[in-house]
């Protein structure tokens, strides 16, 4: 049996990361201001600091990583990729199956890869408190984490379901000295504003982000960190694929395609990017984004201009949209909850040069449990969706006996997500239907631009 896990020294964590724009055949859409026309750099500047925003708008194809950043990756990175071997057993499958691990992070999940980018930046513009949103609670902790290392005080607005289904999320942010709010809360406008007209929400990310906005743009010392959507969280998760390049030429390998769950698109961008730069070079390569049957952005939303946020603060993005003011179902995988998506990923996917699938939450849970069954890692609820699809095709591969090389991004651990597998095992998920209705009216809603 060849090699299990396929090790990089920390002398290979990479030094730059790779920006896909400048392989992409079209430049990007330009974010819109309210009055529909491109914004400059210095819309951004109330809650970004300039370094971020530079990379925001930049071309050029390679980004150096700042050595303080490198020495914090030191601490987990590079990330294991395996060889899946006994999960492609348990299938009989003759497919081979790799997956790149980002559950060994301190926080459990690919988004400290940026959180430590994000408080860097800030922290050299001399900023002393970010406000952030979370959804799973992974980019809570991860910024709370990135927040510690470099003195910044962080403040998160938890979406509500999630803030009372993972206690223990929010109990690792205090121990990293974050504060963490149930939201919508009554502090902000927008939280107030929401919960005047729904007072029993279950939250979503674009209320929160929407609350932790309003907060960084009404204060001088305090900035906003986003944990994925904007291209520069797509750029410093680029490691993970440049990481994965290079464990897979060390074992002789290359994928025919590439998985990854999609929410707002950063863990996907992080491992497909990377990959995508030699399909734009003619390599075949397929690159895979996975999202939920019940919140299905790519799959089932429109390609239009829309809000990031479900009040309306934010720039108009250019992306696939559900509609902002969409309320998704409360289910497990929450980071995979939001209504829009990377303009980059979106930009890419409108040109077909990458692909997505949606899957349901139940299948999502079966193919977590035979993963820990075979592989021993039990993976994030989010993470499944990756699972799901890989197994999907390495089934279908056991079907037409080819021989395909699949590889996935296990985005991050399940350790915090114990109650939703206990859920599973009960018989008391729910496959919620595609909320055709609720995202119909929803897209009444999203701003009317000429250019769009
Ligand atoms: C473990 C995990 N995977 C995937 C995601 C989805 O986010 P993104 O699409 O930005 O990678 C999240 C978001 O919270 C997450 O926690």
């Not at 060849?2 to 020294?9: A, C, F, G, M």
């Not at 210095?42 to 050029?60: H, K, N, R, T, Y």
């Not at 406000?131 to 902790?141: I, L, N, V």
């Not at 201009?305 to 998704?328: E, S």
Request: with cysteine; aromatic share 10%; glycine share 10%.
């Amino acid at each position: 049996m060849s090699e299990v896990k396929i090790l990089l020294e920390e002398s290979d964590i990479p030094k730059q990361w790779y920006n896909v724009v400048a392989d992409m055949p079209n430049p990007p859409a330009p974010p819109l201001g309210p009055d529909g026309n491109p914004i400059g750099p210095e819309a951004l500047g109330a809650i970004f600091p300039m370094a971020l925003i530079e990379q925001e708008v930049s071309a050029d194809r390679w980004i150096d990583i700042p050595e303080p950043v490198r020495e914090i990756y030191r601490l987990w990175r590079p990330s294991p990729l395996y060889r899946a071997h006994r999960l492609e057993q348990m299938l009989g499958t003759p497919a081979k199956i790799y997956y790149k691990y980002e559950g060994v992070s301190p926080a459990g999940s690919h988004k400290p890869n940026t959180a430590v980018a994000q408080a860097y930046y800030n922290k050299q513009a001399g900023i002393k408190r970010l406000s952030t949103e979370t959804g799973a609670g992974q980019w809570g902790c991860a910024l709370s984490l990135a927040g510690q290392m470099f003195g910044l005080d962080i403040r998160v607005y938890m979406v509500k379901v999630s803030y009372e289904q993972k206690p223990y999320r929010r109990s690792m942010m205090h121990t990293w000295g974050a504060e963490v709010l149930a939201s919508p809360t009554d502090q902000t406008e927008a939280g107030r504003k929401i919960l005047a007209g729904e007072p029993d929400t279950t939250g979503s990310l674009g209320i929160s982000i929407s609350e932790a906005v309003e907060e960084a743009a009404s204060r001088e010392d305090t900035n906003y960190a986003l944990g994925s959507v904007l291209n520069h969280v797509l750029l410093h998760q680029t490691i993970i694929g440049q990481e994965a390049k290079t464990q897979l030429e060390k074992v002789g390998d290359y994928p025919d395609m590439v998985f990854a769950p999609c929410g707002g698109g950063s863990n996907f961008g992080g491992i497909a990017f990377p990959f995508f730069a030699d399909k734009a070079a003619g390599k075949e390569v397929r690159l895979v984004a996975v999202e939920p049957t019940s919140c299905p952005t790519l799959t089932k939303g429109e390609y239009a201009y829309d809000f990031g946020d479900t009040v309306g603060l934010t720039p108009l993005l250019k992306m696939y949209t559900l509609g902002h003011d969409f309320i998704p179902p409360g289910i497990h995988a929450g980071g995979l909850r939001y209504h829009g998506d990377s303009a980059l990923v979106s930009q890419l996917y409108n040109e077909g040069l990458v692909e997505a699938v949606a899957v349901p939450q139940i299948a999502t849970f079966e193919a977590g449990v035979m993963f820990a069954q075979a592989e021993g890692i039990i993976s994030a609820p989010e993470s499944n969706h990756a699972i799901r699809a890989c197994i999907d095709e390495a089934l279908l591969c056991k079907e037409s006996g080819e021989a395909k090389t699949l590889l996935f991004n296990l985005s991050g651990h399940g350790h915090f997500d114990m109650a939703a597998y206990e859920r599973y095992y009960n018989g008391e998920l729910e496959d919620y239907d595609y909320p055709e209705e609720a995202i119909k009216q929803s897209m009444q809603n999203i701003p009317k631009v000429a250019s769009a």
